[in-house]
């Protein structure tokens, strides 16, 4: 759950990275600093596959790969950025709340 | 990962259904057909422990149990909402995504 929770968090990291513009793969890697490169890969393939980053291969050696937001994905972007900044606003209050909560004797 | 994401299912009903008013746990657990008895009060003491969701017990015998969504959880709802509604927009795209990723031989 936790692991689920962490790839989550990637892939909001990605989309945010990816909205500035599109990005090869050793600058995303550079941007999301602490990721692994098995994370990397399988957050961006799992964007690809559901159609919201498109993936360019130039045919250079060693072989250049560019990744940008699909339409699609410019408006996941924009949803996830709208719940980010909710939670950023709302945390202080979340997180009183879950201090009262376990301070408080359960009733029934 | 799976029962993760079957949790937030539950999360996401649970509030859609808050969202529209306050009810007892009888009849939430009526709207939210096919929840378990744990599910739900796991869910619901999650979003209780968030400040998402008030609960008031009134002291009759039995004691009566009703929730309520707080200021904090009716603007969660929103974000949910508004995050659902694009999901079942894009639903189309995002298969038709899915499917052609899959059939494509992949390229390095």
Redesign the interface.
Known sequence: ?I???LGEQWTVMTLAELATGPRRYRELERALQGISQRMMTLTLRRL?????VLRH?EPTIP?SVTYELSP?GQ??AS?VA??VA?SRQ?KT??E???T???AKPR??
């Not at 690809?48 to 919201?52: A, M, P, Q, S």
């Open positions: 759950m692991l689920d929770r690809e596959r559901d159609g919201h291969v072989p699609l408006s996941f949803q709208a719940l909710w709302s209050q979340i009183a709340a879950r009262a909560f376990d009733q029934t």
